[in-house]
Antibody, heavy 118, light 110 residues
Framework: EVQLVESGGGLVQPGGSLRLSCAAS????????MSWVRQAPGKGLEWVSV???????YYADSVQGRFTISRDNSKNTLYLQMYSLRAEDTAVYYC????????????WGQGTLVTVSS | QSALTQPASVSGSPGQSITISCTGT?????????VSWYQQHPGKAPKLMIY???NRPSGVSNRFSGSKSGNTASLTISGLQAEDEADYYC??????????FGGGTKLTVL
C-alpha cells in the first residue's frame, strides 16, 4: 500500500529555518516524480517544488533560492529544507507523488502545518 | 507562474450537469496536454480526478470528464450527487517544467 507521511512542521519565527520530511512506503521515491504542494489556511493549492526521478529539481518563483528539495534513497524519504521563512509561507505542506511527467498527482500525504509567526 | 483562472464558485441541483473552466496561457494549459483536476473535501488531501486533460484514474466515476480548447480546460460533472460538493482545482505543467494550480472552484450541490 502506498503511503506518504510528512513530519517536521511547527511554529517558526520569521527568518527562521525548518526541514520537512516525507517518509514513503509501498513504492520507491527515486523512481517517481515527487513534489511538495502547500495550502495556506482557507486558501487554494500552490505548487512548491518537484524532484524528478533523474534528480532534476524545480521550484516556484515564490520559494526559489529559499527552499531546497532533496531525497534520501536509502531511507526512501523526501525532504524540503526551508530557509528565510516568511509569514506568507504559513501553510499545510503536502508531499505528493506522480508516476510520470504529467500523469497527475495520484498520492498525497496527510500534510504538515508550518506556521511562521513571531 | 501566475495561477490558472477558475470561477470561484458553481452550483447545480442533483442530477444536473455542471462545467468548471480553467483558463491559462500558451505557456501552460495551451501548450501541453498535461492538465489535471483534483477534488478536495474540507480537511482532506486532494484527490486526482482527471489527468492528461481527459483521462480518468481507476476508480473515478465516469460522471467526471475533462476537455480542452486552446488555453482553456474544462471539467464536467454529470448527474450531480451530494457527495460531489467539494473544492475543485485544475493544474498544468508549464514551459519551465514547473506546475501551476488554479485558484479553486467551490461546487455547491443545491
Amino acid at each position: 500500500e502506498v503511503q506518504l507521511v510528512e513530519s517536521g512542521g511547527g511554529l517558526v519565527q520569521p527568518g527562521g529555518s525548518l526541514r520537512l520530511s516525507c517518509a514513503a512506503s509501498g513504492f520507491t521515491v527515486s523512481s517517481n516524480y515527487m513534489s511538495w504542494v502547500r495550502q495556506a489556511p482557507g486558501k487554494g493549492l500552490e505548487w512548491v517544488s518537484v524532484i524528478y526521478s533523474g534528480g532534476n529539481t524545480y521550484y516556484a518563483d515564490s520559494v526559489q533560492g529559499r527552499f531546497t528539495i532533496s531525497r534520501d534513497n536509502s531511507k526512501n524519504t523526501l525532504y524540503l529544507q526551508m530557509y528565510s521563512l516568511r509569514a506568507e509561507d504559513t501553510a499545510v505542506y503536502y508531499c505528493a507523488r506522480e508516476v510520470a511527467y504529467g500523469s497527475g498527482i495520484d498520492y498525497w500525504g496527510q500534510g504538515t502545518l508550518v506556521t511562521v509567526s513571531s | 507562474q501566475s495561477a490558472l483562472t477558475q470561477p470561484a464558485s458553481v452550483s447545480g441541483s442533483p442530477g444536473q450537469s455542471i462545467t468548471i473552466s480553467c483558463t491559462g496561457t500558451s505557456s501552460d494549459v495551451g501548450g501541453y496536454n498535461f492538465v489535471s483536476w483534483y477534488q478536495q473535501h474540507p480537511g482532506k488531501a486532494p484527490k486526482l480526478m482527471i489527468y492528461e486533460v481527459s483521462n480518468r484514474p481507476s476508480g473515478v466515476s465516469n460522471r467526471f470528464s475533462g476537455s480542452k480548447s486552446g488555453n482553456t480546460a474544462s471539467l464536467t460533472i454529470s448527474g450531480l450527487q451530494a457527495e460531489d460538493e467539494a473544492d475543485y482545482y485544475c493544474s498544468s505543467y508549464t514551459t519551465t517544467s514547473t506546475q501551476v494550480f488554479g485558484g479553486g472552484t467551490k461546487l455547491t450541490v443545491l
